[in-house]
């Protein structure tokens, strides 16, 4: 908690100063933050004897988590790498990829299900790897979840 109270003043002021490579320190930050917040969610799904609503809820706050790591994954990924993606929509968006994180978002979330409307696309050999990963992730998430909660309920209905 107390580092939270340190980071946020800290977090505005690299706004309000410019600061960008302290930016992306905190967006590093904050994607090591979010994959320890789902590798303990997972942990607790895995470790419910019941399928319960918390359970459920906490499925899917991790999915949504790491849709979100992967977002600033591809914010930071642009910092190093700025045209590791191009935007086949309009010239106005393609100009404000590098400020929008809603934009990241969208990219991040349509590529980790797996629905790929090809708007923006990963063009640099690291954005395509990193693709690729959030594709598989989603897909293998979903998969493990969804079996661990029918293991669960099927289980708890035999004993029940």
Known sequence: MSSALVLIPLIWISHLAGLQWLKIYFR???IVCFFWLVIELIRQVAQAERVTMMVIVE???SY???GFAFALAVTVLIYFVPAAYTIATSVDAEENIHELFREKIYYSFITYSTTGYGDILPVH???KSLAILMGVSGQLF???IIAML???YSSSQRTG
Do not use: H, M, S
Request: proline content about 6%; aromatic content about 0%; charged content about 5%.
């Open 150 to 152: 029918v293991g669960k």
């Open 59 to 61: 499925a899917i706050i």
């Open 125 to 127: 050999p690291i954005a």
């Open 64 to 66: 949504l988590l790491l």
């Open 28 to 30: 590093i930050l904050q």
């Open 142 to 144: 979903l998969a493990t």
